[in-house]
């Protein structure tokens, strides 16, 4: 028996995986036997249960004999009043649901930042950490673990506590083992993954295994024994003028700027280089519109220039209030690149 769970679809039109029933199980139990085993286990399933984050949030739950809270929706404010209320020890979250919760927790709402750090476990993933949330979990002492899973794997597969690091480092559960292919001579290349929750294979489409059997997850990493660092996804990584551009490394650098709150970055082409970076940033705080957009855009398009090699500045920037996001709060990159692409570029 397996479950079909779609991808989210972020880069492309979604993949049905499927994932048998010890796929599920023994992912859950993996996780389990070190983050989430023992008794007065409280999990806040906020993530839908139609992604395999939310929906293994229920199975760990019934694994352990443990009882869980199932919201319709994430409301940070909601969220907190009832980690008060119930004690709840475990949460997996977004980056964006992640800012909100941290932003009530200042507040001095429902307990505040005493709620926020009595929790066990914050399990941030879903994307590549934001470092100014990172920086905020960190200074409000929140025990944020940060995560590496997809659908393909059952959900997580490696994790860290970022008082450890800046949550790009993260060391495999048990029974899980990884490698790199084609690597280059920083050692980068794409990480294949073999373990108990790594799927049966995609509904109508071939899986991509290594001789070995290690499912290569199109994720570019850095492995080394049983510690992983996530660069880059590797269908993101374009080639320009010859050289390979790494977007997640000028979105890390967009993010150190003054007002910027998140950042995407894509290679569009061109008729010269073959394919040249465009960046939309989102400024969550600055109320982006129509009377300081273009002043804004150009006033981050200068720092970033300041702050990056030639061949990774953004041949166009955009500054935008807030961006369109799926339903767990993952940025809906299709969305954004169409929008990025219908923007006018006026010199």
């Known amino acids: 028996q397996s479950l079909v769970m779609f991808t989210s679809g972020t880069t492309g039109r979604a993949k049905g995986a499927q994932l ?15 983050l989430g085993g023992g008794g007065n286990v409280l999990w806040q399933v906020g993530l839908p249960l139609y992604h395999i984050g939310g929906f293994q ?26 980690a008060q209320r119930f004690r709840a020890t475990h949460i997996s979250v977004v980056d964006k649901t992640l800012r909100d919760l941290l932003e009530w927790a200042e507040t001095g709402a429902h307990g505040g930042v005493d709620t926020l750090r009595a929790y066990r476990c914050i399990l941030l993933g879903g994307a590549a950490p934001n470092p100014k949330t990172i920086a905020q979990a960190q200074r409000l002492e929140a025990p944020v673990l940060s995560s590496y899973g997809m659908t393909e794997t059952a959900s997580l597969v490696a994790f860290s506590p970022i008082d450890e690091n800046d949550g790009r480092m993260l060391f495999l559960l ?52 049983r510690a992983i660092t996530i660069e880059e996804r590797t269908d993101d990584m374009f080639v320009s003028g010859g050289e390979n551009v790494y977007p997640e490394e000028i ?41 300081n957009a273009l002043t804004l855009s150009r006033q981050v398009h200068a720092q970033a220039r300041e702050r990056l090699a030639r061949i990774y500045q953004p041949d166009r920037l955009f500054a935008v209030d807030a961006f369109p996001r799926h339903g767990i709060g993952k940025i809906d990159r299709s969305a954004l690149q169409w929008q990025a692409d219908c923007y006018l570029d006026v010199k």
């Open 174 to 225: 048990p029974g899980y083992d990884a490698c790199v292919v084609d690597a280059d001579d920083y050692g980068r290349g794409q990480l294949g993954l073999r373990g108990p929750g790594v799927f049966q294979g995609y509904v109508g489409a071939k899986l991509p295994l290594t001789a070995d059997g290690f499912f290569l997850t199109g994720d570019t990493a850095v492995v080394q024994g």
């Open 251 to 291: 979105r890390r650098k967009l993010l150190e700027i003054d007002g910027v709150t998140d950042a995407y970055v894509y290679g569009a082409p061109d008729d010269t280089w073959g394919r040249r970076p465009v960046a939309v940033v989102e400024m969550a705080g600055s109320h982006v519109g129509p009377g």
């Open 20 to 34: 048998s029933a010890r796929n599920i199980m023994d992912s859950a139990l993996a996780f389990n036997s070190v």
């Open 57 to 82: 949030m229920v199975v760990r739950s019934i694994l352990n004999g443990s009882p869980f809270i199932l919201y319709r929706r994430f409301e940070a404010d909601r969220v907190l009043a009832d």
